[in-house]
């Protein structure tokens, strides 16, 4: 079905004249700002922070200016069609919500509110492992929506084994890994705030919803919170793991497994290898290796190394329609936003998420138009040009 996002463009100005006007601002890259006055500084600076001197959330950013659409004329891109179709999710575009944990930390609304929002708009919500409210809370708010599931990937294999299970009976149908953040990184932010979400025990929805976690207790979670709270972070945090795990993940889910966090080609084609359906090439928004390489910038390599051998994902630092349009032109089946709609959330709750996707995919279809590319597959390298 093709969608016409653009049309959103006139649907504000219409509201205008009635008075109404966006719930926030139309441009992604201005939400930092609005959210800073919105937001106490602990909740603030877990979303828009980043690992140590921020270098590398910064080059995300400057990776997509490095790249140029080159605009083609009378192309007949009056109708776009933006729709496609990744790891069998059909999507009205190339976009899912980034797994992002502990939302209840800006809004009340949190998971259910975000989730809601991306059905409303037929984009996948990819729930995290760190989320504040309950696997099947948030599958009940996503409603006909499609659903992905991230995995934190805890030690514990029986408590592993019963999240997996319970995601896959409320309908999540595609596992994302993320292999990225098996510790948290150095923080300033976060530190200096003495800000650390899981440790208010606000991202132990799915935790404190699974009987075989719970199991492991010898007080519940509601006798004893601070014992069940370390417990959760010991079993997800400090401890990496290696290739030869993955057939676990396997054995315990029947439909695709995507690696998230992957920034090399050799390890691009080890998860190839390891028969995994995806990868997501993601350095987490620039939260976890500081002066780490843009993720953009390894993009082109790592889709030359896998080829069509599995479906690659991209993410960190898509703020506009170009950005998305020039990761797909790169080799991206799809891209995942993190930030931008976190930000709605902080601002208008459910209608704030829905504002912020619907202004992403109304730029990238003006966009798309504009430049003469009809569909996904329009956009390929010849697109660009280096600035
Ligand atoms: C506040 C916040 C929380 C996040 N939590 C998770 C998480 O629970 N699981 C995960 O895989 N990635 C998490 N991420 C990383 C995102 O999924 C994504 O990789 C990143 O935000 C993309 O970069 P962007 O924010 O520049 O779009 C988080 C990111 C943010 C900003
Ligand atoms: O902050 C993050 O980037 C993240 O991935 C996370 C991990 C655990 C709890 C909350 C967020």
């Avoid at 979303?47 to 200016?65: H, K, M, P, Q, Y």
């Avoid at 929805?205 to 959760?232: C, H, M, N, Q, Y």
């Amino acid at each position: 079905m093709t969608e016409r996002f653009g049309g959103y463009q006139n649907e504000i100005y219409l509201q205008g004249l009635g008075g109404t006007f966006p719930p926030c601002s139309t441009d992604a890259t201005k939400l930092e700002e609005s959210a800073r006055e919105i937001l106490e500084p602990g909740p603030f600076w877990y979303v828009a922070g980043a690992a140590g001197s921020g270098a590398t959330a910064r080059a995300n950013r400057e990776a997509f200016d490095r790249w140029r659409l080159v605009p083609r004329m009378l192309t007949g891109a009056t109708e776009r069609d933006l729709s496609t179709t990744v790891l069998g999710t059909p999507m009205p575009a190339p976009v899912l919500l980034a797994p992002v944990g502990v939302q209840s930390i800006v809004h009340e609304g949190a998971e259910p509110a975000a989730a809601r929002a991306a059905a409303s708009v037929g984009l996948p919500y990819v729930m995290s492992t760190a989320s504040s409210t309950s696997i099947e809370d948030v599958a009940a708010a996503s409603g006909e929506g499609p659903r992905w599931f991230q995995l934190y990937w805890p030690t514990d294999n029986d408590v592993c084994a019963s999240i997996l299970a319970r995601a896959k009976a409320a309908g999540f149908t595609t596992l994302v890994v993320t292999l990225d953040t098996w510790t948290l990184a150095w923080r300033p932010n976060d530190l200096d705030h003495a800000y650390l979400p899981f440790i208010k025990g606000e991202g132990l929805g799915v935790p404190l919803s699974d009987p075989v976690f719970r199991g492991l207790l010898e007080k519940t979670p509601e006798e004893d919170a601070p014992t069940a709270i370390l417990r959760w972070i010991s079993m997800i945090t400090g401890t990496d793991s290696t290739w030869d795990r993955l057939p676990f993940l396997r054995e315990h889910w029947d439909g695709p497994i995507v690696l998230k966090g992957i920034q090399h080609p050799d390890d691009a084609r080890r998860a190839v290898e390891a028969g995994m359906d995806g990868i997501v090439v993601s350095n987490h928004g620039g939260r976890q290796v500081d002066g780490a390489v843009a993720s953009l910038d390894v993009l082109p390599e790592i889709v030359a190394a896998v080829g069509d051998r599995l479906e690659v994902l991209f993410d960190s630092g898509i703020r506009t329609g170009a950005d998305i349009a020039k990761a797909i032109a790169l080799g991206a089946k799809a891209v995942l936003v993190g930030r931008p709609w976190v930000y709605g959330l902080a601002h208008a709750g459910e209608d704030g998420v829905r504002h912020v996707l619907r202004s992403l995919l109304a730029d990238l279809d003006l966009t798309m138009g504009l430049s003469g590319h009809r569909t996904l597959a329009d956009l390929t390298p010849a697109s660009l040009r280096h600035a």
